[in-house]
């Protein structure tokens, strides 16, 4: 019985003692996975939390924001929507011309001296409309033995009519900064319906006034309008394009 007994208590130890590492791998998982939980929990909680606060911030910034752009006075535009009038400024306006000299090369010419109104909405370029007078006497040629020939009667005949003018009828807008623009041009006495392009170069304000920009381009025929030395030699083309850069100044 004492052997047995001894027996018996030798193969519980020795089975106790083969099931200790698995018991430790088993407690050490445990502990792990506990671990690992626990950290989860946690950083689970710290999301959240961070979550709550940036909405509670982003609700104070909206709400601040709100406050602010309902107290703030609205922003001031950059130019007027109204149809307001511009004065043309001669000292940085020109209007400039090209006719084909021996049917060869063309030739370029300018009048130094324009003046009138540009009534336009300086926003946009909408409610366009000119009215503009040219100096015949300021004709410039880079010749004056030239410059008299044109203002003699063979051309311009700028004694009997000193002035060339365009009052336009309509303008229709083609894209953002393009119009066409139609009118009627007196030159010589003569009157006729003419169309431009016309390009809103710019408006701005840099502390000498209220400014506001066109170009404009046509083709004439000039001997519709009575001048047409050279025409039937070909001396001198028929076909005058006309390319009037044109910079006005808010009326006060």
Same mark, same amino acid.
């Given at each position: ?82 149809? &307001? ?74 004694? &009997? ?85 044109? &910079?006005?100044?808010? &009326?006060?």
């Amino acid at each position: 019985m004492s052997r047995m007994s001894r027996m018996s208590r030798n193969s519980q130890m020795s089975s106790h003692t083969r099931s200790t590492p698995n018991t430790r791998v088993d407690m050490t998982n445990s502990a792990t996975l506990a671990c690992t939980t626990r950290r989860g929990a946690a950083l689970a909680i710290a999301i959240s939390l961070s979550a709550v606060a940036l909405g509670v911030t982003g609700g104070f910034n909206s709400a601040s924001s709100q406050g602010t752009a309902a107290s703030a006075p609205a922003a001031k535009p950059a130019a007027s929507t109204a149809i &307001e009038t511009f004065q043309v400024d001669a000292g940085h306006s020109v209007t400039l011309f090209r006719v084909k000299h021996m049917g060869a090369a063309f030739f370029w010419g300018r009048f130094d001296s324009i003046a009138g109104t540009i009534r336009s909405d300086s926003a946009s370029a909408n409610g366009l409309a000119f009215d503009l007078s040219i100096d015949i006497n300021s004709i410039n040629t880079a010749s004056t033995q030239r410059d008299n020939h044109l203002k003699a009667p063979d051309f311009f005949s700028a004694k &009997e009519f000193p002035t060339m003018t365009f009052k336009s009828t309509s303008a229709k807008k083609l894209d953002d900064n393009f119009y066409e623009v139609a009118g009627d041009l007196t030159m010589r006495g003569v009157t006729k319906p003419i169309t431009a392009r016309v390009e809103w170069t710019g408006t701005a304000d840099m502390g000498m006034g209220r400014r506001i920009g066109f170009e404009a381009i046509f083709t004439v025929k000039r001997s519709d309008f009575g001048v047409s030395y050279g025409v039937d030699k070909g001396a001198l083309g028929d076909d005058v394009r006309v390319v009037a850069a044109l &910079e006005g100044v808010i &009326e006060k």
